[in-house]
């Protein structure tokens, strides 16, 4: 592993992963790319609960924009669990707007010359794939890499 892309949401099982990826990144002098992907639903319901907040704090959270909203979260996530690590990484932040996550998962990774994308998944049933789709099961079967996913059992 040279570089990695590691898709991150703000849930604990999240940082667990970018902690794992970051040990390795570590082990191996690998650089990583810490991604996090938003929709406008997901920046919508964000908004509405920094607008409560601040609200309630008699303050203000200015977000210009979705991509910087995503931005923030994969900046705030990796500086808090990559602090210890001695690995060089970046953050980035995009919108999905309307696209496939895990065609555009693929896609960040090969334009940014990636060998290994790290992610979290759900545990579905065969059937639940076929139904709703699978965002893991997109990278694993159209990433030219390797993958490493942290399943949610729950």
């Known amino acids: ?12 099982q999240s940082r667990a992963l970018l902690q794992q990826a970051g040990d390795l990144a570590a ?4 650089h990583l790319i810490v991604l996090s992907t938003l929709t406008k639903e997901e920046y919508k319901h ?14 203000s ?10 931005d923030q979260i994969a900046t705030k996530i990796a500086n808090e669990t990559l602090n210890s690590h001695n690995v060089e990484y970046e953050a980035r932040g995009i919108s999905l707007d309307g696209q496939d996550r895990g065609t555009t998962i693929v896609r ?8 290994h994308i790290f992610l979290t ?3 579905r049933s065969p059937t639940g794939k076929a139904v709703f789709g699978d965002t893991t099961q997109s990278v694993i ?10 399943l949610d059992e729950s």
């Open 1 to 12: 592993m040279q570089r990695a892309l590691v898709v991150i949401d703000s849930t604990d």
């Open 27 to 30: 082990g191996v002098d690998a």
């Open 108 to 115: 960040i990774a090969e334009k940014l010359n990636c060998d």
């Open 61 to 70: 959270y200015k977000i210009k924009s979705i991509e910087d909203y995503a």
């Open 46 to 59: 964000y908004r509405d609960v920094l607008g409560i907040i601040a609200h309630e704090e008699h303050t």
């Open 141 to 150: 079967l159209n990433f030219n890499g390797l993958t490493t996913v942290m």
């Open 121 to 123: 998944g759900i545990k």
